[in-house]
C-alpha cells in the first residue's frame, strides 16, 4: 500500500480530540510509509493531517478544486498540489491515486465522499478497502443505520463488511493494509450475480 486517501473536514469540530485524531493518523501513516491522498486545503481537520504528516517527512498530495482554492486556503507547502476543474474531477482522481481510504469526521462533503466509495466498492468499481474512523463516537449513529439497512434487506450483509471501522488511528490503517482484494462478491460480477438470484 502506497497511498491512502483520507476524507476530513475543512473544520475543525468543537473538540480537541478530533483534531488530535487527525494528527494521530497523519503519523500512522508516516510510520507505515503511506503518502497521504487528500482535500488540498490546510485549514480544519484536512490541515492538520497534512501538516503532520509533512512535519513528520512524510509525502502529502492535495486535489482541489479551482473554485475552493481560496474558500478552503489551499495549502501550499504540500509534496504536491493538483487544482481540478471541479468536485467530479476531484473525486475521481483522488481514487485514482489512493490504494485505499479512510473517513474522519466530517461534514456532508466527508459523508458524499464515503458513501460514494462505498458504493463504487459495492458494484465492482473499485477493490480498494475503506475504513472509518471513528473519534469519541463520532460515527455511532451511521454505523447504526448502515446495520439498520441490512436489518431492512436494502444491504446484504457481506457489503457491510466494506466498511472497517476503528477508534485508533494505527489500528485502522493496520486493517486496511491487512485487505486483500476480492474478499468481498461485488454486484457486477458473476459470483455476485448468482449470490443476488439464490
Not at 2 to 9: F, I, N, P, Q
Not at 46 to 56: F, K, S, T, Y
Request: some cysteine.
Amino acid at each position: 500500500m502506497h497511498s491512502l486517501c483520507v476524507y476530513c473536514g475543512a473544520s475543525s469540530g468543537n473538540s480537541a480530540p478530533y483534531v488530535d485524531a487527525a494528527r494521530l493518523m497523519g503519523k500512522a501513516l508516516v510510520e507505515h510509509d503511506i503518502a497521504l491522498v487528500y482535500g488540498g486545503g490546510q485549514i480544519g481537520l484536512m490541515g492538520a493531517i497534512a501538516d503532520e504528516v509533512l512535519r513528520l517527512g512524510g509525502s502529502a498530495t492535495g486535489v482541489i478544486p479551482h473554485a475552493l482554492l481560496g474558500k478552503e486556503v489551499g495549502h501550499p507547502g504540500l509534496t504536491k498540489l493538483h487544482v481540478v476543474k471541479d468536485m467530479h474531477e476531484r473525486k475521481a482522481m483522488m481514487a485514482e491515486l489512493s490504494d485505499g481510504f479512510i473517513a474522519m469526521p466530517g461534514g456532508m462533503g466527508t459523508m458524499e465522499e464515503l458513501f460514494e466509495m462505498l458504493t463504487w466498492s459495492q458494484l465492482g468499481f473499485h477493490d480498494k478497502p475503506i475504513g472509518l474512523l471513528n473519534v469519541m463516537g463520532f460515527y455511532d449513529g451511521l454505523i447504526g443505520f448502515v446495520d439498520h439497512m441490512v436489518t431492512e434487506g436494502f444491504l446484504r450483509a457481506h457489503h457491510r463488511q466494506l466498511l472497517m471501522q476503528d477508534t485508533v488511528a494505527a489500528s485502522l490503517v493496520g486493517k486496511l493494509r491487512s485487505y486483500r482484494p476480492g474478499q468481498i462478491a461485488k454486484l457486477l460480477n458473476d459470483n455476485a450475480a448468482r449470490t443476488l438470484v439464490s
